[in-house]
Structures are given as C-alpha cells and as structure tokens.
C-alpha cells in the first residue's frame, strides 16, 4: 500500500491482480485497485474530478479524466474517510498509474489538487 497527504487529505491505494478477469494470451490484464481517501485536515473537502495517467511496460500510456469517483463527488468531513474500489486492465502484466483529484474545500470554495501516488499493478507472482 502507497501513502500520500496533499493539503490535509490522505490518499492510500492498494492494487490487486484479478486472474480470473484475465486473459494473458490475447493481451488482457485486469487490476483492482482500492483507494481510501481520509481527511486529515480542519475543514470539509469535495472530490470533484479525477485526472491518471496509466503506464503500461508494453510502453504504452493514456490519461483518464472525468467528474467524482465510481459516480460519486463525495464529501468528506474532518476525520472521516471515503473508500472505494475501480479497476484498470493492461495489455502487459506490469504497470502503474498516478495521478491527482480535483478538490473543493467547502469553507471558502477554493480550489485545489490532491496526489494520488504511485501505485504499481503487477500480478503478486512477479514480486517473487
């Protein structure tokens, strides 16, 4: 699991390989991966946007935007936390991805942008 706090909100991300979405001989790789978002700061934030940027060691890369998470904007006050869990497929078996969440801090409306760090995706065999 990688860790990151930007501005009082606590990114955490976990991967997990899903052989069985897999399909290694016509290139097809599935990844979950979970993230929690946990505030840690003084005031209520909102998730708004999210922006990665995916790597693949086939040596390919795409970027993905779009509003909130999983259809959700999710507010989350002091002390809480949000979870949730998407996935990812490669045509290779190693990668990762990062990237940022848009954010609204709701006392004063400014706006501003969170790290998601860098995961890798790779099947657990692999870190043998």
């Known amino acids: 699991m ?3 706090i930007t501005e009082g909100v606590k990114v955490s991300v976990e991967a997990i390989y899903q052989p069985e979405y897999s399909n290694p001989e016509n290139e097809h790789f599935m990844f979950a991966y979970r993230i ?12 708004l946007s999210r ?15 779009g509003e909130g998470v999983v259809g959700q904007q999710p507010i989350i006050a002091p002390g809480e936390q949000y979870e949730y869990v998407s996935g990812c497929n490669l045509k290779s078996d190693m990668g990762s991805m990062q990237g940022s969440y848009k ?6 409306g400014a ?11 790779m ?3 692999k870190l043998n």
């Open 36 to 47: 929690t978002i946990e505030n840690v700061g003084e005031y209520s934030v909102q998730l």
């Open 51 to 65: 922006h990665w940027y995916i790597f693949d060691s086939n040596g390919t890369h795409r970027e993905v935007e």
């Open 123 to 125: 099947p657990d065999h």
């Open 2 to 4: 990688v860790t990151e």
């Open 111 to 121: 706006l501003f942008d969170v790290t998601i760090p860098k995961f890798h995706l």
């Open 103 to 108: 954010m609204l801090r709701e006392m004063d």
